[in-house]
């Protein structure tokens, strides 16, 4: 397992070993994360069993802007595009529905759902310019607590991620997420930013 910095000659070593297939942890505006390639099934199996992730909780999906999430084919509802113009680039996740007859990706084939967000860290989002939308969740086994530092991820993940990019002392608290599917929005998980401030903005679109 490699650790690079989080600088020019890091995201390029991100980028490739993500090309090739490979799992790659990265630091985010919350916590570190597990990353691959949206389109690569093995490199996505490999996320689920490094975790020990249940198969039938989907990975969220990172995106670099509004544009690369709204490529997807999601519907934007007015709760969404509210939520989405106060928070992104920010620690909100958003559990969008996919818009009917539009088109998508085809790793989205099938689904109905699917949880995007903009992170809050340049590093991050120009490497997502680069290589797209990422597939990208919380670098812990399943169920553990989330580690803060690229150390302690890489000592918990194991042999099968390729390279960790270090970007210092996390946080532990996760992306707040919000299920915009549908006329019936709801809070999901409550995480850096709080249920108070959620319902603000939303109870400026009823």
């Given at each position: ?15 490739d070993a993500l ?81 009917a007859g539009g ?104």
């Amino acid at each position: 397992m490699l650790v690079v910095q989080a600088d020019e000659a890091g995201a390029r070593a991100a980028v490739d070993a993500l090309a090739a297939g490979g799992l790659v942890v990265l630091p985010t505006d919350t916590v570190y994360g597990l990353a691959a390639m949206p389109d690569d099934a093995a490199a996505v199996e490999a996320i689920y069993r490094v975790k020990d992730r249940p198969h039938g909780m989907h990975l969220p999906v990172l995106a670099a802007s509004v544009s690369q999430v709204r490529a997807l084919g999601v519907a934007f509802t007015p709760a969404a595009d509210a939520l989405a113009r106060t928070w992104w680039p920010g620690p909100l996740t958003l559990a969008f529905g996919l818009a009917a007859g539009g088109s998508r990706p085809h790793w989205l084939d099938g689904r109905v759902e699917v949880a995007v967000r903009v992170p809050d860290h340049g590093f991050l989002r120009s490497l997502l310019a680069r290589s797209g939308v990422l597939v990208v969740t919380s670098a812990n086994r399943h169920g553990a607590p989330t580690p803060r530092s690229a150390a302690d991820v890489a000592s918990g993940l194991g042999p099968e991620v390729e390279l960790v990019v270090d970007g210092g002392t996390l946080t532990d608290v996760p992306s707040t997420l919000v299920n915009v599917r549908g006329p019936d929005t709801r809070l999901e998980r409550e995480g850096a930013i709080p249920r108070a401030a959620i319902d603000e903005v939303l109870a400026g679109t009823r």
